[in-house]
Structure formats: C-alpha cells, structure tokens
C-alpha cells in the first residue's frame, strides 16, 4: 500500500521568511495530492491540492510542486505571517475511485513575529 | 451551503460503553470517510462508505468497530466495549466522485 512520508516534523521560521515542507510517497498509481492545514483543536482544512497531470499549483503565498519521478512533492509558504502556525499535512490517492487519503505524520511550523 | 457537520463534538465514555459517533456529509457529497488521530499524529484511514455500502475498512479493527451509512440519515461510527486506547479525536472527511475530501470538526473521544 501507500507510504507516505513528510519532513521535517517540526520547523521554525522567522516571520516575512519562506516555508518548505517536503514529501515522498511510494506508490506510483497515486495521482492526486492535497494538503491540509490544522490548527490546535480544529478541522484539517484543505489549503492546496494538486494532480499528477500538473508540476506546480498557485494560490497567492502557497505553492506545491510534484515530481512524479523521483515521488516527492512540496509545499511553498512564502511571506510567512504568524497565522500561517499550525501544523501541515501531506497526503497522497488516487483520484480515480475515491481512494481514502494516506497521510504524513505532519510537520508543525511556527512563525515566530 | 453547510459543511461536514459532526456529533457530539466531545464524548465521555467509561471502559466498556459504547461510543456512537454521527457525521453528515456536505450538501451533494456521497461518499464519506472515516480517520482517527491520535494526539501529536497524523489521520490514519478507518472506513469509506457510500450511501448503504461499505467500500473499504480496511483501516479499521476487526473487532469492536463498525460503521454503516444509511440511505437516509447520517453515517454512524460505532464503538463497542470502549477502551482507553480508544480515546482519540475521530473525523470523518467528504467527497463527490473525484472532488477533494473536506473534514468535519471532529469528535472528541475520551474514554475513563
């Protein structure tokens, strides 16, 4: 089955300054892959996904790119801001038929003001 | 257009009760998905189900658990016999056929 594996776990940045999350995953037939922000107590909520027919996805300060060779994708924060703090994660399926997600462990990002 | 709409949102159960967890999909969405997180964790796979069929539970323990989703109603988790290494917060994520999954706020179960 899938395996998918997130780093770094924990990662601090200044605030104004870039934020990377990286992930790998291990089965070639996923082709979908979103991202979820979790704040303390809350719902994982969907920042940005992207598809395995595309390389990189925009939406203002959040990028994600994705490798279909080499199975790693990423996650871009840039200008980071204090309310970017929460925990990230990763995960990987199949589209097609509904697969259920498989997650990485999560990587919580401090911003520090 | 409402979310994913979950109940109780914290639940208290002793060692051997049983533990019933409600999630009513967003407007339009049939196919609902179960997770459990356990504290400082990712979300792990429980159960995908569609309007009265169970899909894949494979993610979930043999024993104790079950879940249905009903045609009409909300899905149902359902923990029978509680233990303590129940306790978790338990999710439960929707979708349409190939739309990205949006997760309910949770419920929180402790059990004494």
């Known amino acids: 089955g899938e395996n998918v594996e997130q780093h770094p776990s924990t990662l601090s940045v200044q605030e104004g300054d870039s934020a990377v999350i990286k992930c790998t995953y291990s089965?070639?037939?996923?082709?979908?892959f979103p991202w979820y922000k979790q704040e303390l107590g809350k719902r994982p909520q969907l920042i940005i996904d992207i598809r395995s027919n595309v390389g990189e996805k925009k939406d203002q300060r959040i990028a994600v790119t994705l490798n279909k060779t080499a199975k790693h994708f990423s996650l871009h924060i840039t200008e980071t801001q204090p309310e970017d703090s929460a925990v990230y994660f990763c995960?990987?399926?199949?589209?097609?038929?509904?697969?259920?997600?498989?997650f990485g462990k999560g990587t919580r990002l401090s911003v520090i003001a | 257009n409402a979310g994913v709409m979950q109940n109780p949102r914290h639940l208290v159960r002793r060692r051997g009760q049983e533990a019933r967890l409600r999630c009513s999909p967003m407007?339009?969405?049939?196919?609902v998905y179960w997770y459990r997180q356990l504290p400082e964790e990712g979300l792990k796979f429980m159960v995908y189900l569609q309007k009265e069929n169970i899909i894949d539970e494979s993610g979930m323990p043999k024993e104790r658990f079950s879940a249905e989703f009903p045609k009409e109603g909300p899905s149902i988790l359902r923990i029978q016999q509680v233990v303590r290494g129940d306790s978790a917060a338990y999710f439960c994520a929707s979708s349409d056929r190939d739309s990205p999954q949006y997760f309910g706020p949770g419920t929180r179960l402790t059990v004494l």
């Open positions: 995960a990987a399926s199949s589209l097609s038929g509904n697969t259920p997600l498989v």
């Open positions: 089965d070639s037939a996923s082709n979908y």
């Open positions: 407007k339009g969405h049939s196919h």
